[in-house]
């Protein structure tokens, strides 16, 4: 029977189980609709979650309680609610949350069949081909549900479920703060390596009650096919590549349209098809395989012959250039034989930046130890950075709303995109624009956050320690442009802090 809720390990498991004083009996009737059938088990976090029957439209639910309700079943009702909003097939359908004050309960989708930890601990590590379509449908469902600016939070062999009809989903959103878009794509070669190894590697995608990932002398996880034989390389490779910081995993859509074409390919028999390799704290692309340099190789030489074919019939026998005919011109070409062409778009170029056009921004709560730093990150040394203060929490002790740099550019300018240069991923940050620099002050700093606005729909955490900004609009100038930090990685030491080693500018 589906362990609905089974996830990673939260603060509640540290704490001890959730108080569950006047618990629930079979036959009760929550809401004067969810009848309780049958309690299944308590979830990682403590929570009861029983099997139900929705009386009105008389069909199967799972009901997780809490006790108490109220204030510390925020998080869980949050969740709910932020999950009832995405709608997809790989995703457990939210029906309802409510808060009695004594308890709170969540109402779902009840799924028949197993959880991917109980099918792995009943049957043993899956086959790739088995492994790749799981990882398939969990990649689908993160992809929907980070396109609306959330994130899941709880991506574990618990909470990914397989229906007795094939069908995979993935349940129990539990998102906080401390979660990131990163993490949900992290797990998902987590999912991987679980489902061909057995074991669910701690220290890359979150603690947990399951074994460990094997680990060599230096502590880095083995390889699935140094575990067992049969893991293609590929899936090998991938799977590793998600689970290492060091490189930059893909957004969740790219993810999921190579783990299709994988998962094409293995009812295939994995016929050669090379993985989506991720270059280190770069944008990711995929391989080239040597047949298709080889086509791209001769569709150029190709092209090239057939621009020189032309090329001579342009010219006459006496070396004079002929116009050339509409017939003979390409499909781009001015349909009224208009020998002008459009000028190119200008590329744009690295502004030079130095010490007197950069500051910090540090609000009003802030101590403004490290205004002299600012230099650090406009100097082009990458071994140079300001180094920021560790904070307690990862939003800056609750203190201040963030810290950035403040560039001016000296007058307004036409920008490309901004490219900030971190000592590791997993920051909060913006871009954003205001029409005065207000003065180095916290009067001064409290102005620019009263005031500037941030470019883009919302805040971006980044997956790699370079992240590029592209949010200006072509038809503005600028010239005050704010880097600013809302949230911090952890130090690995219960801190948080980052390095902010270099910023660029590109613009015309």
Do not use: C
């Amino acid at each position: 029977m589906t362990q609905v809720g089974e996830g990673h390990e939260t603060t509640a498991d540290a704490d001890g189980p959730v108080m569950t004083f006047g618990a629930p009996t079979a036959g009760e009737v929550l809401a004067e609709r969810y009848e309780l059938q049958e309690h299944v088990n308590d979830d990682s976090a403590g929570r009861q979650v029983w099997r139900g029957i929705d009386v009105i439209l008389r069909r199967p639910v799972a009901v997780v309680l809490r006790y108490p309700g109220g204030d510390s079943a925020t998080e869980m009702l949050q969740a709910a609610v932020d999950a009832s909003r995405v709608i997809h097939p790989n995703l457990v359908g939210v029906y309802d949350a409510i808060d009695e004050g004594a308890r709170a309960y969540v109402v779902r989708e009840w799924v028949d069949g197993e959880s991917l930890r109980e099918m792995v601990s009943s049957q043993g590590p899956l086959d790739p081909a088995r492994a790749t379509a799981i990882a398939h449908s969990i990649a689908d469902a993160l992809a929907a549900v980070h396109a609306t600016g959330m994130v899941h939070g709880n991506v574990h062999p618990g909470t990914t479920l397989i229906g007795d009809d094939g069908r995979v989903v993935l349940a129990d959103a539990r998102a906080d703060s401390a979660d990131s878009v990163e993490g949900d794509l992290r797990a998902v070669g987590g999912i991987l390596y679980y489902a061909l190894t057995g074991h669910w590697p701690h220290d890359e995608v979150g603690r947990s009650a399951l074994p460990d990932a094997s680990r060599d002398a230096t502590g880095a996880p083995a390889a699935p096919r140094q575990i067992r034989a049969g893991v293609p390389a590929y899936l090998d490779d991938l799977t590793m590549d998600l689970l290492d910081a060091r490189v930059a995993v893909p957004e969740a859509d790219a993810l999921t349209a190579e783990l299709a074409r994988l998962d094409a390919a293995a009812e295939e028999e994995y016929e050669d098809v090379g993985p989506l390799r991720f270059a280190q704290n770069t944008t990711t692309e995929p391989a080239r395989s040597t047949s298709k340099i080889i086509i791209g190789v001769a569709a150029l030489i190709v092209i090239a012959v057939v621009g020189l074919v032309f090329g001579i019939r342009a010219i006459d026998n006496s070396g004079n250039a002929q116009p050339t005919t509409t017939a003979e011109a390409g499909a781009g070409s001015d349909p009224q034989g208009s020998t002008d062409s459009q000028a190119p778009a200008p590329e744009p170029k690295k502004i030079a930046l130095n010490a007197d056009m950069v500051r910090i921004v540090d609000p009003p709560q802030g101590d403004r130890d490290d205004t002299g730093e600012s230099k650090y990150t406009v100097d082009g040394d990458d071994e140079t950075a300001w180094e920021l203060q560790h904070f307690n929490q990862a939003n800056f002790g609750t203190r201040k709303p963030g810290m950035g740099v403040l560039i001016d550019l000296g007058q307004a300018r036409k920008l490309s995109e901004v490219e900030v240069l971190l000592s590791q991923p997993g920051v909060t940050m913006d871009i954003r624009t205001g029409t005065d620099d207000f003065g180095d002050t916290s009067a001064g700093d409290q102005k620019i956050m009263d005031t500037y606005k941030r470019l883009g729909d919302s805040e971006t955490v980044t997956t790699g320690n370079r992240k590029v900004f592209s949010v200006f609009n072509p038809d503005q100038t600028y010239r005050y442009v704010l880097v600013f930090m809302t949230k911090l990685p952890s130090d690995g030491e219960g801190r948080f802090s980052v390095d902010l080693q270099e910023i660029s500018v590109l613009g015309y």
